[in-house]
């Protein structure tokens, strides 16, 4: 708390912190900071999540072994490594669990990565009449860029020119082998239908 700004009456005080869904700690430490806390969690495909978090990776470390090596415990069996990190933290049914046992469902939302990009005023009004605020943000304030693959702001705040999101992200994605990518489709589709169920909300990902 001792980070965070001071927060006037009828101000919102955000902070962003991607590892916390998937730290075990991490909810009962911010319910015994403030038990009325909202949490929002933006959330995509997890096959498509696990590629991009490889990607990123391999960005940084060129000499890493190849998606498919890394995605197999024992490749001929089948068998899904669920330690590796890029699809543990996809299986999102098992960290919301651990979050439903400090937090009401009520005060949790749960935003699609993918309509972030094909609608994000329409993603950005759930998210503001979740937070109690006047729906502000609208198409207007959107211009889709082509070379990004993402929708950007037109004007940042306090500034003349449009904010699009930095380098890391929109990358390519290297080819991987569709048979990897069904096995791990088949992998997930269990976890999904159980997130589908406890959010009350079909995020399309297994269509």
């Given at each position: 708390?001792?980070?965070?700004?001071?927060?006037?009456?009828?101000?919102?005080?955000?902070?962003?912190?991607?590892?916390?869904?998937?730290?075990?700690?991490?909810?009962?430490?911010?319910?015994?900071?403030?038990?009325?806390?909202?949490?929002?969690?933006?959330?995509?495909?997890?096959?498509?999540?696990?590629?991009?978090?490889?990607?990123?990776?391999?960005?940084?470390?060129?000499?890493?072994?190849?998606?498919?090596?890394?995605?197999?415990?024992?490749?001929?069996?089948?068998?899904?490594?669920?330690?590796w990190?890029?699809?543990?933290?996809?299986?999102?049914?098992?960290?919301?669990?651990?979050?439903?046992?400090?937090?009401?469902?009520?005060?949790?939302?749960f935003?699609?990565?993918?309509?972030?990009?094909?609608?994000?005023?329409?993603?950005?009004?759930?998210?503001?009449?979740?937070?109690?605020?006047?729906?502000?943000?609208?198409?207007?304030?959107?211009?889709?860029?082509?070379?990004?693959?993402?929708?950007?702001?037109k004007?940042?705040?306090?500034?003349?020119?449009?904010?699009?999101?930095?380098?890391?992200?929109?990358?390519?994605?290297?080819?991987?082998?569709r048979?990897?990518?069904?096995?791990?489709?088949?992998?997930?589709?269990?976890?999904?239908?159980?997130?589908?169920?406890?959010?009350?909300?079909?995020?399309?990902?297994?269509?």
């Amino acid at each position: 708390m001792d980070l965070m700004p001071r927060t006037l009456d009828g101000q919102i005080t955000m902070e962003k912190t991607p590892s916390y869904f998937v730290t075990r700690e991490a909810p009962a430490r911010i319910s015994a900071m403030s038990k009325d806390t909202k949490l929002i969690v933006v959330v995509r495909d997890p096959v498509t999540r696990a590629i991009s978090d490889y990607t990123q990776t391999l960005s940084k470390r060129p000499d890493i072994p190849t998606f498919e090596s890394l995605t197999f415990k024992n490749r001929t069996a089948g068998l899904i490594d669920t330690s590796w990190s890029a699809i543990q933290i996809g299986i999102y049914a098992k960290h919301l669990e651990h979050w439903l046992r400090h937090f009401p469902i009520g005060q949790m939302l749960f935003v699609s990565g993918e309509r972030l990009i094909s609608d994000p005023a329409g993603e950005l009004g759930r998210v503001q009449d979740f937070l109690g605020l006047k729906r502000i943000i609208t198409d207007k304030h959107f211009y889709f860029n082509k070379t990004k693959g993402f929708p950007c702001l037109k004007k940042a705040e306090g500034s003349s020119k449009p904010h699009c999101l930095g380098k890391t992200k929109g990358r390519t994605h290297p080819e991987i082998d569709r048979e990897v990518v069904q096995r791990l489709r088949d992998f997930y589709r269990p976890f999904n239908l159980k997130f589908y169920q406890m959010t009350g909300h079909d995020f399309g990902w297994d269509g």
